[in-house]
């Protein structure tokens, strides 16, 4: 079965610094994995995602995941916080089993707290 | 920001009530999704639609029901509202990318529903 976790409800850091939010996740075959971030009172804003080769992955508003396949995990990170970065962050993965039965399975998200 | 648009965007109502929440993309996404999520938490599937006449329930049980009458409209409906499907209610759309369709999905600002 399909799984995702997000090991941290919450991640403090300060304004300037690097951040990390962790994912790891389960899954038959090559996973395709998603980040989306989601500001209070809104939905959810797709980041960016891995589908296959270069491990590092470059998305929206200067974050990016590194996918590493021996540690199941897909870490996203940003090398310079930014206050307005604070929001709610969701990874999610989907198995590469073809079919239309395939779904997305979201984390528990985690919450990104920059302090200025 | 994906063209996809929820209305209303909050929803105060009493018990017993009808309620019809739209969804609607112009993005020409077959695939379409509704979610539930309570404020700060995980986001659980309830309803989906592979496209037109095509729907199917989610992993988690809920009491409300969807239609696909036309690609672009998935509204859910709840015949009659009680105070425990309180509760922000997130449509997405997702498009079948080539023989991979890795599904990127994308959200909508969501509606925020309370039953008194």
């Known amino acids: 079965a399909q799984s995702v976790a997000q090991p941290e409800d919450q991640v403090n850091v300060a304004e300037g610094n690097p951040l990390t939010v962790k994912c790891t996740y389960s899954v038959s075959g090559n996973p395709y994995l998603f980040w989306y971030v989601q500001y209070p009172n809104r939905g959810l804003q797709f980041l960016l995602k891995y589908i296959t080769g270069d491990n590092l992955v470059k998305g929206s508003y200067g974050f990016e995941a590194e996918f590493n396949k021996s540690q199941t995990s897909f870490h996203l990170k940003k090398p310079s916080a930014l206050v307005s970065d604070s929001a709610l962050y969701f990874c999610?993965?989907?198995?590469?089993?073809?079919?239309?039965?395939?779904?997305?399975?979201f984390g528990t998200g985690t919450l990104l707290a920059v302090q200025p | 920001e994906a063209d996809i648009y929820q209305t209303p965007r909050y929803l105060v109502i009493g018990t017993g009530k009808k309620i019809t929440l739209e969804c609607s993309q112009t993005m020409g996404h077959d695939k379409m999704y509704w979610y539930q999520q309570d404020p700060g938490m995980e986001l659980h599937l309830i309803h989906y639609?592979?496209?037109?006449?095509?729907?199917e329930k989610g992993d988690l049980s809920s009491e409300s029901t969807v239609s696909r009458i036309r690609t672009e409209h998935f509204p859910l409906t709840l015949e009659s509202a009680r105070p425990s499907h309180t509760s922000q209610y997130l449509c997405?759309?997702?498009?079948?990318?080539?023989?991979?369709?890795?599904?990127?999905?994308?959200f909508g600002p969501g509606t925020r529903l309370t039953v008194l």
């Open positions: 639609s592979y496209g037109v006449n095509s729907t």
């Open positions: 999610a993965v989907r198995g590469n089993y073809g079919g239309a039965t395939n779904k997305l399975i």
């Open positions: 997405a759309s997702s498009l079948v990318e080539g023989l991979t369709s890795t599904d990127t999905q994308y």
